[in-house]
């Protein structure tokens, strides 16, 4: 379908939207914070206004339902507006002042003072399973665009007559916003994207998808004459550890809210949670009844997903020790898996065997100590959650997971990611290529940036956001080491 | 020699050491940050105590002089002390307080708080050229330690008995302190060194050194099964952009300080700047002779360095357009060759071609553009500098050379590099690997912390950075968007 309806872009438009891309990023990179701010606000404005459009186009292509896709638009564009209120708030220029200092303890300083700026060119590969929040204008465009840079976004196949329909409502928003031509353009076709990471305009990607996907990738920008950093959020199994007590005292309720989780979104979010690890001897079958686990879910996103899921389901089946406790092993119901912990140790790599789709794992295990033992084992991780009460010991098995995952939940689900200051959405490899970094929240603004250092240079040829006496009001800045507001 | 002093770790023993780092990391991670700022503040101390008998080692295998060499041990355990300094001001750590919040704008929040956490082992490539700031207890290794990880350290074959003597002052220091053995140890030898960026329990790797060598690390790193961060500080020719008024009101002063810092350090200086960009016309030959040009200089750092700068200079001198102002194309004084802007533009791989030694290459332009056409040729710089008046008008180089270089000076010389709050020390590719990142000031411990997130935690289960009423007085953290001090 895709071919049919939306040609490949060839390499030589390519070329030109990169081109395009980096003259609106020179044109652009300077311009107040509040002006950057007005555009953003506009594509959000745009998105809301085309809403019904927009969440129609998606249902026909995504399979996700009404309801889902509004409070996905939803998101969407909050996420713009906030990514923009913080560039506004001048938070990512990290602006650090050291005047210069003939007694420093090395020997005398210069007058040094350091800002972040934006990157140049930003990649953006759209993912399927979020077509808006993680797709044309989701969360990496808006923090690259937040950053100063310019986007070439390149169109997941999975829903391409939405990700053309966006893209002319973010155009036409930045156009009338008055931001420079190019400042966002999309791209299409495989093809399109290999060369999108290897163009040498490209600064800089942002990736969500598979684990194969992104480290081919990965693979590619390492191969760059120059190397560009590289923001992918790959898999993730996102365990969620039962403590004994809190399963003795409320299963039900975890096999519920598990499963609940587990199937939002046909099983297809990056955070699904795909191993629930309890305690033994429970009469799991009557428990997975009593949650409804048999109702029918919607179709997968596309065949390409249905078929990989398929096959991750099999070769999971086949492998030693595991059981089917409910579901078909189709797609139509969510499947429930089970094995115990001993298995799992003797075969680690189920730990870390993503199924993208309806099924999911029970591990159940009978000593002390195999919940700190499966932490171990794993490998890194976007989520791990616990489900413990007071009388839970746990604080042994909280410091292994601190060092598996970037977010760490306290009797909750994992597949709510909130956009807000304190998310972080990424982990240790394969969940992210770049642990250090999030790629939802306001904190994904800063990988779009790195800082420059000036030094001795005279007040009146510093950026205005570094001089001593023109800084906006309530601007915060390191000063000597001090962080202060400004012009208050 | 390197080989008869200090045996090659083998195999065996690197396992060993990477396994003791990651046990003492485990141990040492959730210390308080004063407790780790005494640490640091003891291997300080160690080296202070030992400065005489560290500072004749080096001579003896650097040849950089004792007073050279005994400022940059004072830069050293300075560095070490600031570090701490910061690490125990909670600085680094981030910290972020998003409370639950029913009207979130996207739908209800959940309590997420935020934190950095160390990654684990690092391994740390010694630079010869600074045995002691970039070298076995240098910046990579101070900002490592400061951020809660473990180090072990490659050792450089230019300095092996310095490199094992330093370790056993850091060693027995931190032992002292109170910290967990394996916290820090020393691997020497090329095989030890590409298994260290290999090994699966080291998680990040920061290295200062040449592009080639760096290159080769990055590759290896970028082909491990679980990808990790290279903090790589690799080549940089340091241009220095001297405008027309300021060539026209002090060309002796300009070109004199412009040999002086060539020449530091016998032109072994990673921001040693490599090219002189000035108005054609002045009497060239006779500037240099004023600016002592041909006095002697000290023997290279390596017989190995010095084949390959002999090398480079020889390729450069066989280019087509370059002429010999003075020098005999040897080690014992500075080289200085030059050539015209057209030459360069005609044939850019001139800019990027560093020779890492005393030698020099002198750019003349005869017209308006020039300087930023040569910008725009650039590769990724560690520095960039500006000789310029009032009556200059530079601000359009200033804009292209902000999107070259990590550090911009103004009439100054890039081979003092200040360690404070702003420093930027890192710069596009090949100066960096990892250009949002600095090697140098307090923002390096940065590179070795990443964050995770807590959603919904008691408070009783919460990092006591993180909950409502326990913080430590004067820590910052940002409290629902707003950055506040507590407990003040």
């Known amino acids: 379908m895709s071919q049919a309806t939306v040609p490949d872009t060839t390499v030589g438009e390519l070329n030109h939207r990169a081109e395009a ?30 809403s019904l459009e927009l969440i129609d186009l998606a249902d026909q292509e995504s399979h996700l339902g009404g309801t889902r896709l509004a409070g996905e638009l939803k998101r ?23 005047h210069a ?39 990496d465009s808006a923090a690259a665009l937040a950053a100063g840079c310019s986007v070439v976004h390149k169109a997941h196949e999975a829903h391409p007559r939405l990700a053309v329909r966006t893209a002319e409502i973010v155009i036409s928003a930045l156009d009338g916003a008055g931001a420079p031509a190019g400042l966002f353009s999309l791209v299409t076709g495989v093809d399109a994207g290999a060369e999108l990471v290897q163009h040498p305009l490209v600064q800089a990607v ?38 004994p007590v809190a399963w003795r005292q409320r299963p039900a309720e975890i096999i519920s809210g598990y499963l609940g989780s587990a199937a939002m979104g046909v099983g297809q979010f990056c955070t699904k949670p795909g191993l629930l690890i309890v305690p033994a001897g429970a009469d ?9 686990v048999g109702r029918r879910l919607g179709q997968m996103l596309t065949q390409r997903l249905e078929d990989g899921f398929l096959t991750a389901l099999q070769e999971m089946r086949e492998r030693h020790g595991i059981s089917t406790l409910a579901g078909g092993a189709g797609t139509d119901e969510l499947t429930v898996l089970s094995t115990t912990a001993e298995n799992v140790l003797a075969e680690p790599e189920i730990l870390q065997q993503e199924m993208f789709g309806p099924a999911t794992l029970i591990i159940e295990y009978s000593r002390d100590g195999a919940l700190v033992d499966l932490a171990e084992a794993l490998d890194g991780q976007l ?7 007071d009388d839970d010991d746990v604080d042994g098995l909280v410091r292994v997971l601190n060092r598996k995952a970037g977010r760490l939940l306290w009797n909750g689900w994992p597949t709510g990611v909130t956009v807000s200051y304190g998310q972080q959405h990424g982990g240790p490899y394969p969940a992210s290529t770049a642990s250090a ?46 962080w202060t507001e400004t012009g208050l």
């Open 383 to 389: 989520t791990a959650t616990l489900q413990a009460d």
């Open 437 to 482: 970094t999030t790629s939802v929240g306001t904190a994904a603004i800063q990988r779009f940036l790195r800082p420059v250092a000036y030094q001795d240079f005279p007040q009146q040829r510093l950026p205005a956001f570094l001089r001593d006496d023109n800084p906006p009001p309530g601007l915060r800045r390191r000063v000597d080491g001090v």
């Open 76 to 98: 969407t564009s909050f996420q713009l507006r906030l990514l923009a209120d913080e560039a506004a708030s001048g938070e990512p220029l990290q602006l650090v002042i050291d």
């Open 101 to 139: 200092d003939p007694d420093w303890g090395m020997g005398p300083r210069p007058d040094i003072r350091r800002m972040n700026v934006p990157f140049g060119v930003v990649g953006v590969f759209g993912a399927s399973n979020f077509p808006f929040a993680f797709s044309v204008i989701g969360g």
């Open 206 to 243: 942002g990736f969500t998808g598979s684990t194969r996907g992104g480290r081919a990738l990965f693979n590619m920008i390492a191969d760059r004459p120059e190397p560009i950093p590289f923001y992918g959020e790959l898999g993730s199994t996102n365990p969620v550890f039962v403590a």
């Open 284 to 292: 799991l079958p009557a428990l997975l009844a009593g949650a409804d």
């Open 21 to 50: 891309a980096h003259q609106a990023y020179l044109a652009a990179r300077d311009v107040p914070p509040n002006e950057r701010k007005s555009w953003l606000y506009a594509i959000a404005d745009g998105l809301d206004a085309n």
